[in-house]
Every structure is written in C-alpha cells, then in structure tokens.
C-alpha cells in the first residue's frame, strides 16, 4: 500500500546517511550530556539514546556488541556509558533523556532544541526548577504547585537531590543578589540577509 504509515522521521536523507547522523547525535550526547540541534532530529536521536542506556544498564557481553556498533568511537564512549551513566540510571527504569525547545538557532528559523542526559550536572530542567525557589524565597513568596511538581519531577531519582538542590539554589540567590539575574537578551536573526545590489 502507498504512503502507509511513517515508522519514524526520514530527516531528508537515504538509509546510511540517516543512521550515520544519528549515530553522530548519540556519541557527542553522551560525551558532552547535552547537545542542540534542530527538534526533528533530536527526537530521533533521542529514541536511540534510550536504547543505548538500556544496553549500558544490561552491562551484558552482547549487550556491549551491540553499544559498540552504535557509536562512533566506541572505546572513548563505552566506558562512560557502562560506568558512570549506568550506575546513574540503574533505579531509574526509562526516560533517561529530554527534549527542551529553544528558540530558532538558525537562520532558516528550523524549529531547534537541546538534548540532554537527565540527571545528570548539566540538567536544565533542575537548573530552571532551582532557579525558581531562588526567586520565590527572595519575594517571600510560597512554592506554587507547579514548582512542587517540578521539585518532585527533578530529585525523584537522583542521588544527594537534597544537597545538589541546596547548593543550587544558593547559587542563584547568590547571583540575584549580586545584580546578575542569568537573563540574556534573544535577538532574532534575519532570514534573508539584505543584499547589496551591484547597480
């Protein structure tokens, strides 16, 4: 049948170029725990980071085959992957990864977006959530229950949450005090740059 149903996102390339870019996407995701790229792609690569740490936390002989074949520079990557990443996420049972949208990075105004490890030391997620009780205990205010369930959300399986919390929180109400409220301004970027004529 024609035009049955879509399995996942071609990305406009063939097969090989497809699982190359992916396999791009996951090592540098989890060399650097945290990557942007457009959103099409991120959540592609995101499906493939899931599978990768499952393997990690089987820490099987085929279960390292199998790693090995999905990542550029396996022996750079394996041993974080069925070390560190595995003792993290071994209570955790799915959902190791996130997608955050972000603004256009582009100038073709491609919908962009950050992929990053959970729980890990650059969450955003958790930075967001900290800064948030920074800002509430500075107003005097109570915690909402959105940030409650954030809170909740952010140190379920993380080990020292409290601590790691703590001294986040710290951090931003250090920053407020001192002036420095983290903002950066967004300017758009042009599309189309204007072009000079040669008349």
Avoid: C
């Avoid at 149903?5 to 699982?19: D, G, T, V």
């Avoid at 005097?140 to 229950?145: A, L, S, V």
Wanted: hydrophobic fraction near 35%; glycine fraction near 6%; proline fraction near 4%.
């Amino acid at each position: 049948m024609a035009g049955g149903a879509i399995k996942y996102r071609h990305l406009s390339r063939n097969s090989a170029h497809r699982k190359a870019l992916l396999r791009n996407l996951v090592t540098s995701l989890i060399e650097h725990e945290s990557i942007s790229t457009t959103w099409h792609k991120a959540k592609e690569a995101q499906r493939v980071a899931d599978k990768l740490i499952t393997l990690g936390k089987k820490n099987t002989d085929a279960s390292r085959r199998s790693a090995m074949g999905r990542l550029f520079r396996p022996h750079e990557i394996l041993p974080k992957l069925f070390g560190p990443l595995r003792e993290r996420y071994a209570d955790r049972p799915g959902g190791y990864t996130r997608v955050l949208r972000i603004e256009p990075l582009k100038e073709d105004q491609a919908p962009s977006a950050i992929l990053e490890l959970v729980d890990g030391p650059k969450d955003m997620r958790f930075a967001m959530t900290a800064r948030t009780i920074a800002k509430a205990q500075a107003a005097g205010r109570k915690i909402n229950d959105m940030t409650a369930a954030n809170i909740h959300k952010v140190t379920r399986f993380r080990k020292t949450a409290d601590k790691d919390l703590e001294e986040m929180v710290e951090k931003f109400a250090e920053m407020e005090a001192a002036g420095d409220f983290g903002d950066d301004k967004v300017e758009k970027k042009k599309v189309y740059p204007r072009q000079e004529r040669s008349r």
